[in-house]
């Protein structure tokens, strides 16, 4: 058998010398030498990465691997074998071995740049941005040429908060390829968050203009940021070019937060939330389950978030988490966004049993944190909002996973078990169009803080209000302002001369683009008074000075209700049919008044007609509102911290019973 085998190299070694080309000869020799167990020669070394390379070219990945990791068992110090083990191991998605590869061939070949710029795109979707920002950082010293490393130096600092030096990134990236869609789609993202609404638009534009293989994630943030900015001159064309886009499955990049806003309704909505989630988590392996190590003296129940400083999310839960029972529950706190430093930072790293700061960890790392520390229960605060991290729960480091609170709608994945809502934002008769399955707390699924100071009330002048007649009042951002709902506000300001309406200053662009729109519609400009943005006791102090909040839809108000509710001021709103567009209607039922929960436009526009010129009854409003406010559900955090406790408890029982995850809803203690 050896000497058969021997001669068989013998003639494939004579093939290879005269034709270098020939794969066949290749295959036999390495097949030969394998059944030998002889390692080859440097060049056969060489010569067997290259095989494998092609193999991994024809869709043969597996296949591949072997030939590289036989390759560098003959010849382990040549930095293109590595290289090449990179990029097969990259195409099975095994993301961190990949990287390694890559750093490896970098270091062997240290003139190299594909090596460490490789490695830098992997080690930002890993989320290790700073050995990413060094790899990326050594490639383009080598070659300042490399489009791909400006585009992932710039998606790095970006994440790391430097906007102005990713754009830098991008326009490097575009001076060297003009053309570049995705340059142009970064370069406007970048702008965008540096606070540049106005200058992102182009550049969205121009993307799409260039073509991109998956225009939809583009095209929403045009039109989030024509939202933003209220410029409706040509929104409709591209809400429905966005529609279009969803309704014909063409596009996996949709963000779901922005498409909420398109009130396309929620079968829709859970289509895009599906979508983006296996886009946005590809790749990502969920851990092994780990044996349950039986019954638990307390519950371990993680909450995960970027959220925990000055912030909306806080300021709901803060209360809450000081509020659990320690003889139940073990809370922990998983932050990976800012440290400000203030007080709702100290009171919240105070309030839980244990608060873990994974900001500078890679989704991996994350998860296996949260899996070393052996939480039962991980709930995720942020869903799809603003510098979430969906990531971390996709490797799947708790039993049991749910959502709540900052998202409100369907994540669409099928890592999240749970969504914690209440019978009126999510009714069991949604339950189709949710991934996870819906857990209805009693009263209402949001929690309060009932220990929010409220500052002076101020005079009327002092707020650049008249001294008389009704004041209506909007602070939801500006982006949740359609024009239809704008049409109806005007109509109310005409039929009512000595009222004014007074909204957020969301951005200069958007208030003078509404000022200009009330002028079309027959209204003065300053009848719009704009509130700029204040701390939260001074604005809660000025909402009394307010007659009636008026909702917004598809997107209404939800912390921003509970701040008006809470300082005594009335909301109107509209009962939509998504969870986005209900939260408005759960929270007036929970604070006593579900009269102003109505169930069409048209209704809202008349209430708030009569309510305008009935001024006695808008106080006894107010009045009854006050009344309430201590006694009624929505501000009563003890209860809520016992029914969600219920909640925790009926999940962790279903799965230590081996069963599924199932609807169910939380009943009032008797």
């Known amino acids: 058998m050896t000497a058969a085998l021997c001669a068989r190299i013998g003639e494939c070694r004579a093939a290879l010398a005269a034709m270098p080309g020939n794969s066949v000869a290749l295959a036999g020799l390495f097949d030969a030498l394998d059944a030998l167990g002889e390692a080859g020669t440097p060049e056969e070394a060489v010569a067997r990465s290259a095989f494998g390379e092609g193999l991994r070219r024809q869709g043969r990945a597996a296949e591949a691997e072997a030939h590289h990791r036989a390759a560098l068992s003959w010849l382990p110090d040549f930095g293109g074998n590595h290289f090449n083990l990179g990029l097969t191991l990259q195409a099975l998605g095994r993301t961190a071995e990949a990287a390694d590869a890559y750093g490896e061939a970098a270091r062997l070949m240290p003139r190299f740049a594909p090596a460490p710029c490789n490695q830098g795109v992997l080690l930002r979707a890993l989320a290790r941005r700073e050995a990413a920002e060094t790899a990326l950082r050594r490639a383009l ?123 396309a309704g929620p079968a829709a909505e859970l289509a895009c939330a599906r979508r983006y989630a296996e886009w946005r988590t590809r790749g990502t392996a969920a851990m092994p389950a780990q044996p349950d190590s039986g019954p638990r003296g307390r519950l371990r129940v993680g909450y995960l978030s970027a959220d925990y400083h000055e912030h909306a999310t806080a300021a709901l839960i803060a209360e809450l988490i000081e509020r659990h029972d320690r ?21 919240l790293t105070a309030g839980f049993d244990r608060f873990v700061d994974i900001s500078d960890r890679s989704h991996a790392d994350a998860a296996a944190r949260i899996r070393a520390d052996g939480m039962d229960i991980l709930v995720d605060l942020k869903g799809y909002t603003q510098h979430a991290r969906p990531e971390i729960a996709a490797h799947r480091p708790a039993p049991v996973q749910a959502q709540w609170l900052g998202y409100p709608g369907t994540m669409g994945a099928g890592f999240i078990d749970y969504v914690i809502g209440d019978p009126l934002v999510t009714p069991f008769d949604h339950q189709p169009f949710y991934a996870e399955r819906i857990v209805q707390l009693p009263d209402c699924y949001q929690p309060n803080d009932r220990s929010r100071p409220i500052g002076p009330t101020p005079s009327r002048a002092a707020c650049g209000l008249p001294d008389r007649g009704t004041v209506f009042c909007c602070f939801n951002a500006a982006y949740k302002i359609t024009p239809d709902l704008f049409d109806r506000w005007c109509r109310l300001l005409r039929a009512v001369p000595d009222c004014v309406l007074w909204l957020l200053d969301s951005h200069p662009e958007a208030s003078a683009n509404l000022r200009r729109e009330a002028a079309r519609r027959g209204v003065a400009a300053s009848r719009l008074v704009f509130a700029p943005r204040r701390p939260p006791a001074e604005h809660l102090a000025r909402c009394r000075l307010a007659d009636l909040f008026l909702d917004t839809t598809p997107i209404g108000a939800h912390t921003t209700a509970s701040d008006a509710l809470w300082a005594g001021l009335p909301v109107l709103t509209v009962t939509g049919e998504g969870f986005a567009s209900r939260v408005g209607t759960s929270l007036l039922r929970a604070v006593g008044l579900p009269e102003l929960a109505v169930r069409s436009l048209a209704d809202y526009e008349v209430t708030a007609l009569r309510l305008a010129g009935d001024p006695d009854g808008l106080t006894r409003l107010k009045a009854r509102l006050t009344a309430e406010r201590e006694r009624a559900p929505l501000f009563d955090t003890e209860r809520f911290a016992r029914a969600l406790e219920r909640a925790y408890a009926t999940m962790w029982d279903i799965h230590m019973a081996g069963k599924p995850p199932r609807p169910f809803a939380v009943r009032d203690e008797d």
């Not at 994440?159 to 789609?185: F, V």
Request: aromatic residues 6%.
């Open 141 to 263: 010293s080598l070659d300042p040429t490399l489009v791909p490393g400006w585009l992932n130096l710039g998606a790095v600092v970006q994440e790391l908060g430097r906007t102005e030096e990713a754009a830098g990134c991008y326009r490097n990236a575009l001076a060297l390829r003009p053309d570049l869609a995705e340059a142009h789609a970064n370069l406007g993202l970048a702008v965008k968050e540096a606070g540049r609404l106005a200058d992102s638009l182009p550049a969205f534009e121009r993307a799409l203009a260039l073509g991109l293989t998956d225009a939809g994630g583009v095209l929403a943030q045009l039109v989030q940021q024509m939202r933003h900015l209220c410029r409706w001159n040509g929104l409709a064309e591209r809400s429905a070019q966005l529609a279009a886009l969803m309704g014909g499955g063409a596009t996996r990049q949709v963000h779901p937060w922005i498409f909420l806003g398109e009130g």
């Open 327 to 347: 003889s139940q529950l073990e809370v922990v706190g998983y932050s990976y966004g800012p440290d400000d430093g203030g007080p709702m930072r100290r009171r």
